[in-house]
Every structure is written in structure tokens, then in C-alpha cells.
């Protein structure tokens, strides 16, 4: 079935530092790939997402890369902040109908002040 | 925009019993909702999508009549855990797809419903 990798699991960084969390997916006809950002017991909130007709996005100091042909996308965070930390959740769309999608394991990272 | 609210936030029962779970839109209209599960320092799993009007879409391995759902207005998805134990103690998570501000594939979560069973 469909299912996408995530890597790290796990990511410290000093603050200030850049991270980037990559992640593949199997399915090729998926379109959509959001990064979803949860703290300890709380919602998952969008924070980027990007589709399949962009190759990269970014919002101040969050961008996201896709691509299609090796059927993978990273994001990257620079001048990490200690507010960055946090589980981040790739995920990408199935296709089928209703949108589904499947995220990938998570990173945990910490910023380090 | 896209508020999503889930009720209630924390919930303990007893082995045996059910819980009823609600997923609301709160500034959106959302034809379709998906539910999730997740476990301690685990991803999203997702257990069902659900549509209004029509019956919801079960997760290979999710048994639908334990977890029963219903989709009865455009803002507002239930789910019911029944007869639960406590293997069912998890973080049960909704979502809700809309075009609020993003795209018609963007899902917005609500904050989760901790359930633990004794």
C-alpha cells in the first residue's frame, strides 16, 4: 500500500541553526504534501504545504521542496528558534477520492537555545 | 478561519461502556471529516472518513461497528467508541477538509480527545 518515510526520527539543533526533515512517498499520482507541526498534546497546525506543480514554496523562514521524479519532499526551517520545537508530520495525499492523507512517523526536533 | 473544535478534550470510562466523541467546523462548512488515532510519540493513524449524508469510510483493520460514526450536518461529525477497553485509550483526533483559506485538500484538525479506559 501507499506510505511515506520520514527521516530523522529524531533532530537537535542550536538555535539559530538550520534543520531539514525529508521525506519519500510511494504513491505517484499523490499531489498534495503538507507539513503539519504538533507540540505535546496539542493539534497538528499546518504549516506549509506545497503541490505537485511547484517545485518549492516558502513562507519567511519555512520552505518546502518536492521532487516529483525521485518522489520526495524536505522541509527546511532556518534560524531555528527554541519555539521550533516541536514533532513535524509530512504527509501526502492518496489518491481514490476524499482526500485522504497518509503522514509519515515524525521528527522530534529540539532547538537548543 | 478553519477552527475546527472537538468535544469533550478529555474523557475516563469504564471497560464496557461508550463514548460519544464530536468533531464541529466552527466558521466552515465541511462535507467531509476524517477521524485519526495516535498513539504515545506516534504518528496519525487514520481510522475513517466521513462524509455527510452517507456512510463513512472505514480504514482497512477498523472495526466499523465499534467505532461508529456519523455525519449529520455539514459541521459536525460524531464518533463512538463502543463498548470500550482499554486497548482503545489513545488520542483520537479529527480533522475537517475545507476551503477555508486553503485549498480543497487542506485539513484542519481539531485539538483531540485524550480517552482513557480503565
Known amino acids: 500500500g501507499e506510505n511515506v518515510e520520514q527521516h530523522p526520527s529524531t533532530l537537535s539543533v542550536q538555535e539559530g541553526d538550520s534543520a531539514v526533515i525529508k521525506c519519500t512517498y510511494s504513491?505517484?499520482?499523490?499531489?498534495?504534501f503538507p507539513w503539519y507541526k504538533q507540540e505535546l498534546g496539542k493539534r497538528p497546525q499546518l504549516i506549509i504545504d506545497i503541490r505537485s506543480n511547484v517545485g518549492e514554496k516558502k513562507d519567511q523562514r519555512i520552505a518546502v521542496t518536492l521532487n516529483k521524479t525521485a518522489k520526495h519532499f524536505s522541509l527546511h526551517i532556518t534560524e531555528t528558534q527554541p519555539e521550533d520545537s516541536a514533532v513535524y508530520f509530512c504527509a501526502a495525499s492518496i489518491t481514490g477520492g476524499y482526500n485522504k492523507l497518509i503522514f509519515g512517523a515524525g521528527t522530534r526536533l529540539a532547538v537548543h537555545p | 478561519g478553519a477552527v475546527v473544535s472537538q468535544h469533550p478534550s478529555w474523557v475516563i470510562c469504564k471497560s464496557g461502556t461508550s463514548v460519544k466523541i464530536e468533531c464541529r467546523s466552527l466558521d466552515f462548512q465541511a462535507t467531509t471529516m476524517f477521524w485519526y488515532r495516535q498513539f504515545p510519540k506516534q504518528s496519525l493513524m487514520l481510522m475513517a472518513t466521513?462524509?455527510?449524508?452517507?456512510?463513512?469510510?472505514?480504514e482497512q483493520g477498523v472495526e466499523k461497528d465499534k467505532f461508529l460514526i456519523n455525519h449529520a450536518s455539514l459541521t459536525l461529525s460524531t464518533l463512538t467508541v463502543t463498548s470500550a477497553h482499554p486497548e482503545d485509550s489513545s488520542f483520537y483526533i479529527c480533522?475537517?477538509?475545507?476551503?477555508?483559506?486553503?485549498?480543497?485538500?487542506?485539513?484542519?484538525f481539531g485539538p483531540g480527545t485524550r480517552l482513557t479506559v480503565l
Open positions: 504513491d505517484s499520482a499523490s499531489n498534495y
Open positions: 480533522s475537517a477538509l475545507g476551503l477555508a483559506g486553503g485549498g480543497t485538500d487542506t485539513q484542519y
Open positions: 466521513s462524509n455527510e449524508g452517507s456512510k463513512a469510510t472505514y
